[in-house]
């Protein structure tokens, strides 16, 4: 299948400071994409979507910003909490159907108080 | 966790012995999938549902069966665990299997010594 992946494995953060997640994909018939949150011993939390008529979308403190030219993801946290602290992942769900979805394995985001 | 429960939570198993986990959704999705997650590797299908005793194979599907009689139950059979089954293992459902985002379940912690 296509392959998602993720440029940082740990990314440390200022609490309050924004943080920024990156994710690149390969499918460039990918349609749709998703971020997701996992803390530990969790379940990952679906957290924002994104369609690829779209650039950008904004949710509760997050953002999701789509470059289709560059086949790259990105996923914006504004004022870091601690709460934020977490593993983040994307996918990219095209025609294929989620059997054909590789998950990356995530960025640790660390929360520094 | 979008009215999705895994049971157990946790268990250990003895190589050679039979193991079932519990999927149960109560969001009527029609879609339902397994997954296991294990260090250095992002989430893995193994097996998925599109509907009442319909599924089909995922990626590592090896050693798994499945069975679905109801659209809210979904079970994942080990018939004989083996160590290299030990992982974190997280039932997912989505309204579709494109375009709509999973939602997980919080896993099960299965050991087999």
């Known amino acids: 299948g296509e392959s998602v992946g993720l440029h940082l494995p740990t990314l440390s953060v200022q609490e309050g400071d924004n943080s920024i997640i990156n994710c690149a994909y390969s499918?460039?018939?990918?349609?749709?994409f998703i971020w997701y949150k996992q803390e530990s011993g969790k379940g990952p939390q679906f957290i924002i979507d994104?369609?690829?008529?779209?650039d950008k979308r904004q949710g509760q403190r997050v953002t999701v910003l789509l470059n289709k030219t560059v086949k790259h993801l990105s996923l914006q946290i504004a004022a870091t909490q601690p709460g934020d602290s977490a593993v983040y992942f994307c996918a990219d769900n095209g025609s294929g159907g989620y059997q054909k979805v590789t998950f990356g394995t995530g960025t640790k985001l660390q929360v520094i108080p | 966790d979008a009215g999705i429960t895994q049971s157990p939570r946790h268990k250990v198993t003895e190589t050679g012995t039979p193991v079932t986990l519990r999927c149960h959704q109560t969001?009527?999705?029609?879609?339902m999938y397994w997954y296991r997650q294990d260090p250095g590797h992002g989430l893995r299908l193994i097996h998925y549902s599109y509907g009442v005793k319909d599924t089909d194979k995922g990626e590592v599907s090896d050693g798994y069966s499945v069975s679905r009689s109801k659209t809210e139950d979904f079970l994942l059979t080990l018939e004989s665990a083996t160590s290299s089954q030990t992982s974190v293992y997280f039932c997912?459902?989505?309204?579709?299997?494109?375009?709509?985002?999973?939602?997980f379940g919080n896993g099960t912690r299965l050991t087999v010594t």
């Open positions: 969001e009527n999705h029609r879609y």
């Open positions: 499918n460039s018939a990918s349609d749709y």
């Open positions: 994104i369609r690829s008529n779209m």
């Open positions: 997912a459902i989505s309204e579709s299997n494109v375009g709509s985002p999973l939602h």
